[in-house]
């Protein structure tokens, strides 16, 4: 029960700084919550079960929308509705059963599969990255822990062992001043939430928060 107040309150201070900082995406761009019944529809519907804290975030806003403000969220990338997540698992289901072994992953991290069918995304910089809840995480991992792929270059970053973690340093990280409005994209009249260099998991390879200096070597 304290972390269910704990996460509540984590949510309302990022809707409280979304809303002073960035209202086109407070107001515009993120979708309203979902209900219970729509959470468990999806669950029976892909046949995995939803960690509380990742229906805790759903129950907040169900993602975002491009309709009025190309926003983002979580590292600068788009959170994805529950219909958006849906339609990702069928337009990749062919690729579940298929043996594609990621060059690096964290031991948390069960590597044998970079499009595992246990991995549901719900953010995507709409490129080659997206951040997952890990269903399937190895021994040494949590289940619902939080990851990072990067297909480009096969690669899986362990993020966080919760999705009450990544909630609570994406407020963090809000309140430090770790994240601002890209100025290009306020040219357009739109508000699209950028991380700093150091955080950066995007460009993990840049970031003093994800670089990993073996792979750092390898890939660049």
Do not use: C
């Not at 019944?37 to 975002?64: C, P, V």
């Not at 909630?167 to 309140?175: A, H, I, R």
């Amino acid at each position: 029960m304290k972390l269910i107040l704990i996460m509540q309150n984590l949510l309302k201070d990022i809707q409280q700084w979304l809303q002073h900082h960035a209202p086109k995406i407070a107001n515009l761009s993120l979708n309203s919550s979902v209900t219970e019944t729509a959470l468990n529809q999806l669950e029976q519907k892909i046949r995995k079960s939803f960690t509380q804290h990742f229906k805790d975030l759903y129950l907040w806003h169900n993602g975002m929308n491009e309709d009025e403000n190309l926003g983002s969220l979580f590292y600068g990338m788009e959170f994805l509705s529950l219909e958006r997540i849906e339609n990702y698992r069928e337009e990749r289901s062919d690729l579940f059963d298929e043996i594609f072994v990621l060059g690096y992953a964290d031991p948390q991290i069960n590597k044998i599969n970079a499009h595992h069918p246990d991995w549901i995304i719900f953010a995507h910089d709409g490129g080659r990255t997206g951040l997952y809840l890990d269903l399937a995480p190895t021994e040494s991992g949590k289940i619902g822990q939080i990851i990072f792929v990067d297909h480009e270059y096969s690669v899986a970053i362990l993020v966080a062992d919760s999705m009450f973690a990544l909630v609570q340093q994406f407020s963090e990280d809000l309140q430090q001043g770790l994240y601002h409005l890209n100025e290009d994209a306020l040219e357009d009249d739109n508000e699209f939430l950028e991380t700093d260099v150091s955080i950066d998991l995007v460009n993990w390879h840049n970031s003093t928060r994800w670089q990993k200096a073996d792979l750092a070597n390898k890939f660049f």
